[in-house]
């Protein structure tokens, strides 16, 4: 089956600083890939959907200038969350659409990455 | 624009006994229909979806979902349930575009005791 994963699956990181994170189709190509953020105990909110060669489409309410999103190639789409706070910290789980597929059907999603911001 | 609605935060059943999820489901147009489950720390695992046709879908681990339209429901349910089931299950909705967004509702807590 489709395989997404994320790297890195945890990270701790100082107020400030800014942080990576990968997200990979292992065996298919996306064009769009799918970027989200879950606080504890809660849903799943939609931050943006990132194209293939193109700029990301955020969601309202997400500051794109702090989470940067590149989607350089059919296989990879990075999320930089830029000066990260403690209130940054959270779940962000990416999800992405097999170029081939079907209908939006067949998002697969990645295991996700916990950032904590001290 | 769509919405999704779980109507229970938590379930709590013992091992070997059925269990309902709740899902109902807003939206203007036609939509696909889906249930995620995630275990603790982890992502979301696809366990069945509508599309089309049968209103009645099986999935994986012995779950099922029925389409109700009139009733803009798509509950989930399993005949007996493992404590392996422990997890937080999430239905979702979305348009029929390859883009289109997932729209989550708040998930079920399914806490299975022995």
């Known amino acids: 089956g489709a395989v997404v994963s994320q790297h890195p699956s945890w990270v701790i990181c100082k107020s400030g600083t800014s942080v990576k994170i990968e997200c990979r189709s292992l065996?298919?190509?996306?064009?769009?890939m799918f970027w989200y953020r879950q606080f504890p105990k809660q849903s799943l909110m939609l931050m943006a959907t990132?194209?293939?060669?193109?700029?990301?489409?955020?969601e309202q309410g997400v500051e794109k200038d702090k989470f940067l999103i590149n989607h350089a190639s059919l296989t990879l789409s990075t999320l930089t969350v830029t000066s990260a706070h403690p209130e940054d910290s959270s779940f962000y789980i990416c999800?992405?659409?097999?170029?081939?597929?079907?209908?939006?059907?067949?998002?697969?999603f990645g295991p996700g990455t916990r950032l904590t911001v001290l | 624009a769509q919405s999704v609605t779980q109507l229970d935060s938590q379930v709590p059943v013992f091992e070997e006994a059925p269990v309902e999820l709740r899902c109902n489901y807003s939206?203007?147009?036609?939509?696909?229909l889906f249930w995620y489950v995630q275990y603790p720390n982890q992502g979301l695992q696809l366990l069945l979806k509508y599309l089309s046709g049968s209103t009645l879908v099986k999935g994986i681990n012995g779950f099922e979902a029925e389409f109700n339209k009139s009733q803009t429901s798509f509950h989930l349910r399993k005949p007996s349930v493992h404590i392996s089931d422990t997890a937080e299950y999430f239905c979702a909705v979305s348009g029929y575009t390859r883009t289109d967004k997932l729209i989550f509702g708040t998930g079920t807590r399914l806490q299975v005791f022995p």
């Open positions: 065996d298919f190509q996306a064009t769009t």
């Open positions: 939206s203007s147009v036609s939509v696909y």
């Open positions: 999800s992405a659409t097999p170029l081939a597929g079907g209908p939006s059907d067949t998002q697969y």
């Open positions: 990132s194209n293939e060669g193109s700029k990301a489409t955020y």
